[in-house]
């Protein structure tokens, strides 16, 4: 194996049952370079299905993509390259289940900031696909930050720890994006989760601009960036490039939304509430019946997809979290977490426009097609906030009273980027008081946690679904320990959340239990 050959490794991602996307770069070269690849059902690769030879093309920034066919479901294969006369490492993958499936396990993540601390989370994902724990992990977005180094408010500026941004200013540019997809690529522990587990990932705003929208975003000045077409097609281009990625449309580079199939046990509906959404507005605006989140195309595929499906549960990956987290008349020990989180205007007037809560006629308007078509079993996990939520969902959760809920949403807090105890400077669980309050005063919550980081444990058969929120103790240094902060379960046939006093997965192999 040569390192500098392959310095940024390997990785695989949208499994689907009967094939994977296997990834390299290869460094140092300015011309095409031809690269052999090999797949096998031993990480010697000695037991050899799949072999051929791709090209690290130099427009496509030297990275390598291969849509390896005709493999087994739910099978473990390992894969590898070879270039220049040096081998890569060796990564592991696995396909998706098909036919009937008993049960199916993923991680998902959300908001992996560079400069606000050391990607722990990830290191405990890989622990766990080692060990044979998961199916692959969901990503929910911001899997680069695009921002400066010392951004403008109301962006957090990084932690004090030698992790500045590459480049330090704000990606606009082409080269600016891969630079910054690099200085993730060559993290140690992005490194070893991407060459454990495949992944499938949708995107949230921070792979354009933070506010991004259709033909914007707050951060974009056009006097002074340029056209945000070219910027967002330039961000569109890293992020395939150096992501193990199939477009769900060839013709389409800009189209994220697809559905995954899980066999019979599950659908998973991948949306993009970012890229083709109309300007986040407040005020009066903001509940205009035409305003979209997710586009009128991408609004009705997703209204079909889900009403459609035959599977056990549909699991909506959603980047952008679809309950409101903000009611007027809240007490003030509420409201000021709140504000400081980012789950209300900065005045605690009214809520955050940026979120689903922006968009309240097309939620609406969602979740009535719901309703009508007597869809059952929706779960919907999202990310963004920077918090880790349980919630049951509700057209009007203030009003609803006893109402049976139409879904339940579990939410990932980040793997690095801010939460409350970050802002405030306090240790872990100093927010203890705002979470209880925050449950009180919405009744669609069953549980919140403010200062956590880390992941969710999604484990679902066909009785029931269960999160398990875990949590690292420390993002400004590296460290193997994480916890259990919370477990929920989600009934078949019912959309209410039960506490779990015992979670059905241990921790992961670093902690030694």
Not at 240 to 266: C, I, Q
Not at 475 to 491: G, H, I, K, M
């Amino acid at each position: 194996m040569d390192a500098d050959t392959f310095s940024y490794g390997i990785a695989s991602g949208d499994p689907l049952a009967d094939r994977v996307m296997i990834w390299t770069h290869v460094s140092g070269e300015d011309d095409d370079v031809p690269v052999d690849w090999t797949v096998a059902r031993d990480p010697a690769l000695a037991d050899v299905v799949a072999t051929g030879t791709g090209l690290a093309e130099a427009a496509r920034d030297h990275t390598v993509h291969v849509d390896v066919a005709g493999l087994d479901p739910a099978a473990t294969y390992f894969y590898g390259f070879e270039a220049l006369g040096h081998r890569s490492p060796v990564g592991r993958t696995k396909t998706l289940p098909a036919g009937h499936v008993d049960r199916a396990r993923f991680a998902m993540v959300s908001c992996a900031k560079f400069n606000a601390g050391y990607f722990n989370a990830y290191d405990r994902i890989a622990d766990r696909a080692d060990a044979g724990d998961l199916d692959f992990l969901l990503h929910l977005g911001d899997y680069i930050y695009e921002a400066a180094q010392n951004p403008p408010p109301p962006q957090t500026p990084g932690a004090d720890i030698g992790r500045p941004f590459a480049p330090l200013g704000e990606c606009v540019t082409l080269d600016d994006y891969r630079t910054r997809y690099r200085q993730y690529g060559l993290d140690p522990s992005v490194l070893r989760m991407r060459a454990s587990i495949p992944l499938i990932a949708t995107l949230d705003d921070h792979e354009f601009a933070d506010g991004a929208w259709r033909d914007g975003a707050d951060n974009h000045d056009e006097a002074v960036f340029g056209p945000w077409s070219v910027r967002k097609a330039a961000a569109f281009q890293a992020r395939e490039e150096w992501l193990p990625m199939r477009r769900p449309d060839a013709g389409d580079p800009t189209r994220v939304y697809r559905s995954v199939a899980l066999g019979d046990l599950a659908d998973l509906v991948l949306t993009d509430a970012r890229s083709r959404r109309d300007r986040p507005v407040p005020g009066p605006e903001m509940h205009e019946p035409a305003r979209t989140a997710l586009g009128l195309q991408q609004r009705e595929w997703l209204l079909d997809t889900v009403t459609s499906s035959t599977a056990a549960w549909r699991l909506w990956g959603n980047p952008s979290i679809l309950s409101t987290t903000f009611h007027s008349g809240v007490p003030e020990d509420v409201l000021t977490p709140l504000k400081k989180l980012k789950l209300c205007n900065p005045e605690g007037t009214a809520v955050d426009h940026d979120q689903w809560d922006g968009y309240p006629a097309e939620r609406d308007a969602i979740l009535a097609r719901f309703e009508e078509a007597g869809v059952e079993d929706l779960v919907v996990l999202s990310g963004d906030i920077h918090v880790g939520l349980a919630c049951e969902v509700h057209r009007d959760p203030f009003g609803a009273g006893d109402a049976e809920p139409l879904a339940v949403e579990l939410v990932t807090a980040s793997v690095t980027s801010q939460n409350l105890d970050d802002k405030l400077g306090y240790a872990y669980g100093g927010s203890r008081h705002a979470q209880q309050r925050f449950v009180a005063a919405y009744p669609h919550a069953r549980w919140a946690d403010f200062d956590g980081h880390g992941y969710v444990l999604i484990d679902v058969d066909a009785e029931r679904l269960e999160g398990q929120w875990w949590f690292v103790d420390e993002v400004l240094t590296r460290s193997d320990d994480e916890f259990c902060a919370a477990a929920y379960q989600v009934p078949r046939g019912r959309s209410r959340l039960q506490a779990v006093s015992s979670p059905t997965l241990r921790q992961s192999a670093a902690t030694g239990a």
